[in-house]
């Protein structure tokens, strides 16, 4: 040991000590990656599928819509994944996300439209808001964004798309405003994005 | 080594929350449920055992002057591996926890224990401080939270099965119906404000301990950069 304890003094020792941790550390990081990639994948696989049905209604779709998916560049440049549901090889919906910038960080939101641009349902997936105030836009803790299905651009209007604190026919929540206006905006440009892209996403490829 | 003493000083006399005031930053942030508190130990009792154990187990070829970084690559790499674990087998638990298990990292009681304690001491022992430290840790995490989660939403435990599965249901209690909640104890200040009055009531307690002859237990080994 006291060789060890000499050793452990010289200038050398340390940074090569410290570089042998870094290796062993990296081999072991590269090594757990490894053996949990694939199995991430797939739970993140079935979450997507988890939501993706749930902006569905019950037996709308009979095909796997995780393998029937269309890309379609945004008006900021950004791809949109949208996912096709189909009866019977028909296309009878779209799935795709939005998001809006709420209270703190951005809203992702799953919505899906029928072919003719009416809301089936959107689910809140992604969201940093205050718990207890702006959570409520999850189904979890409220049933208000459910208050989106059956609407469409013919009804309610455009221009009363919005809280109802802004003219629109949205409730929003006590103490919190900004989180519904952002989930109500987010949606607003998703139907917005399927009335300007329904030729692409109904035929493209 | 006295592992009787290791498991009074990790439950109560060097409790990282209630003596050593370590590990704030999860405390503050976590608490809001007994639930999470609750899950936030346990995933932080797992790092500490690895960590103490594999520190302990290297301290020797560990010059003083690098030991530092040697253990936050350590302790990083653990909570990688964990986190990776809980996404991969462990999904739904991940979806509760996930954004906390980051934090372990920045969690001073690890690097703290691996610095005051598995630096000095054999593997088993080591590993044992891991293990009382990180329930004395859960054991104040779900305290707070519960107290937070009773005074803010009239529930105990609620969501726990879904930390700890479907036969845990039970343990969810809703303890005021109909209870409008006080919005604040879900909110950071309140966490501060619950840590507070357990600590005044674990003084409390110590001082009447001491009329009867006990030493107050003051906190020892704290880690050496300032962290809290």
Same mark, same amino acid.
């Given at each position: ?34 053996? *949990? ?42 791809? $949109? ?9 028909? $296309? ?5 996300? $939005? ?15 029928? *072919?003719?641009? *009416?809301?089936?349902?959107?689910? $809140?997936?992604?969201?940093?808001? *205050? ?75 | ?6 498991? @009074? ?18 405390? #503050? ?65 991940? @979806? ?74 039970? #343990?969810?209690?809703?303890?005021? /119906? ?5 919005? #604040?104890?879900?909110?950071? /200040? ?11 009531? @674990? ?15 003051? /906190? #020892? ?8």
């Amino acid at each position: 040991m006291s060789t060890l304890a000499r050793w452990r003094e010289k200038l050398t020792y340390q940074p090569v000590s410290l570089g042998i941790v870094a290796m062993l550390t990296s081999a072991a990081l590269a090594f757990g990656n490894h053996a *949990t990639h694939e199995d991430i994948l797939k739970a993140e696989q079935r979450d997507l599928q988890a939501s993706l049905t749930q902006v569905l209604p019950e037996g709308y779709a009979d095909n796997d819509l995780l393998k029937d998916t269309v890309k379609i560049a945004a008006a900021d440049g950004h791809p $949109v994944t949208v996912y096709r549901a189909r009866k019977a090889g028909a $296309v009878t919906g779209a799935v795709f996300q $939005v998001s809006g910038r709420g209270y703190a960080g951005d809203i992702v939101v799953l919505i899906g439209i029928d *072919t003719e641009g *009416t809301m089936l349902g959107a689910r $809140v997936i992604k969201h940093h808001e *205050t718990p207890g105030l702006g959570d409520k836009i999850e189904v979890a803790k409220s049933k208000w964004i459910r208050d989106f299905e059956g609407k469409s651009f013919e009804s309610p209007a455009t221009e009363k798309w919005g809280v109802k604190k802004d003219g629109g026919v949205f409730d929003q929540f006590a103490g919190a405003t900004i989180t519904p206006r952002a989930v109500v905006k987010a949606v607003k440009g998703g139907l917005a994005f399927y009335a300007a892209h329904k030729q692409e996403i109904l035929e493209g490829n | 080594m006295d592992y009787r003493q290791i498991m @009074k000083d990790g439950l109560w006399n060097q409790n990282v929350v209630l003596t050593q005031l370590l590990g704030m930053c999860p405390t #503050m942030a976590v608490t809001t449920s007994g639930t999470n508190g609750l899950g936030m130990g346990l995933a932080t009792t797992v790092v500490l055992v690895a960590s103490n154990a594999i520190v302990a187990a290297i301290r020797d070829f560990v010059s003083h002057q690098v030991r530092i970084p040697v253990f936050i690559g350590i302790i990083a790499t653990m909570v990688t591996l964990v986190d990776m674990g809980l996404n991969a087998w462990f999904h739904d638990l991940y @979806k509760v926890l996930g954004l906390y298990i980051a934090l372990i990292v920045a969690n001073c009681a690890v690097l703290g224990r691996a610095e005051a304690f598995a630096a000095r001491q054999p593997v088993l022992a080591s590993a044992l401080d891991g293990l009382w430290m990180g329930l004395g840790f859960t054991g104040a995490l779900t305290a707070i939270g519960l107290v937070r989660e009773l005074v803010g939403a009239g529930t105990l435990f609620s969501q726990a099965s879904l930390l700890l599965g479907p036969k845990f249901a039970f #343990m969810e209690i809703t303890v005021l /119906p109909n209870y409008g909640g006080v919005l #604040m104890m879900i909110l950071p /200040p309140a966490g501060f404000l619950v840590l507070g009055l357990l600590l005044a009531a @674990k003084r409390l307690y110590e001082r009447r301990a001491e009329r009867s002859g006990d030493a107050i237990p003051q /906190p #020892m080994g704290a880690p050496a950069i300032g962290c809290h």
